[in-house]
């Protein structure tokens, strides 16, 4: 087998590194009869909504997509983008990435209905906000050009807090946070500070106000009529990979933070939220869930909201 697997990420980086562990763990259980090369972000042609596409078609078997790239295709998908909404605590978020069933059943088989089948979900770490401006309060988005991925919702969210959000692709941020087309951006610290975004922003606050979930995805033709051998060598793999990638974003979100601060030539101020300041947030981050409810979804992505939330209820 030869197959291709297709990362929104570049080497070093949380998505990147988890396909070639996985690839290399998949090379070396079958033997060596299984190849999976491995795609940085950027090596493939288009933008990570592209990507997503080249999936669906069958040209890759694999790819590493966040839900926030496929808004405008499987709106349930944006139910990550619901701030506050998952346990502050990483470690009971990858819980429940792990075991909800609103999750890995109902929102899963939305996916595959459009050819795109998650096998896994995983936090890359807890989202910060990074501004040529401090961002303290909801007054502080007032007019601010906030960079999003392409979600109707993430927009909503945005516009929420006084914002005025517009979607880029990762490729074009760094320039066009330097060159001031947008004002800021969220993201876990790992890549905020690998993708060098501190160096054209002089504020990042700590606002935990969302964890940044990737999914694992394959094109469901192809899973499906693999041997089940080998289907159950990948399903295998992929749980194998959930500890791990969850140690491998906690240590570079961690680590890569002292570099941020410790970054004298990009100094970079960095606000960190008290809980009171995050409850203003939190109070018109709420509502968006109605809007989830009432604006994005049908009756199956309200059920499946429904069951998430009693599922985090039961872990908090
Ligand atoms: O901000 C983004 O769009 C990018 N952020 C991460 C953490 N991974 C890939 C994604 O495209």
Known sequence: YDWRFATEEEPGQVQY??????????????????????????????SEVDQVEQLQDGLLEFAIVSPGFTGGMVAEGQVFALQFLFPDDQEKTQEILNTSEALNTQLAGMYEAHDIKPLAF????????????????????RGFKMRTQESPLIMESYRAYGADPSPL???????????????????PIFFIED???????????????????????????????????????????????????????????ESYLDLIK??????????????????????????????????VVGDEGREMLELLEQEIAAHE
């Open 122 to 141: 995983f936090t890359e770490g807890a989202m910060q906000w990074t501004g040529n401006r401090e961002l303290r309060t909801p007054e502080d988005f």
């Open 262 to 295: 410790n970054d004298t030539d990009n100094p970079t101020e960095v606000i960190e939220l008290t809980e009171e300041e995050r409850e203003a947030f939190r109070e018109l981050a709420v509502p968006i869930r109605d809007f989830f409810r009432d604006e």
């Open 169 to 187: 692709s990762w490729s074009e941020l760094y320039t066009s946070l330097d060159r001031g087309v947008v004002d800021g951006q969220e993201n």
């Open 17 to 46: 590194e988890y396909a070639k562990e996985f690839a290399d763990l998949i090379h070396e259980k079958s033997d060596g009869q299984i190849n999976i090369d491995v795609y940085g972000f950027g090596e493939l042609p288009g």
């Open 195 to 253: 993708a060098s975004f501190h160096e054209v922003q002089d504020h990042m606050t700590i606002s935990n106000h969302n964890n940044y979930v990737a999914m694992t995805t394959v094109n469901p033709t192809f899973y499906n009529e693999l041997p089940e051998d080998v289907r159950a060598l990948i399903d295998e793999t992929v749980e194998e990979m959930q500890p791990r990638v969850f140690e491998m974003q906690k240590e570079m979100n």
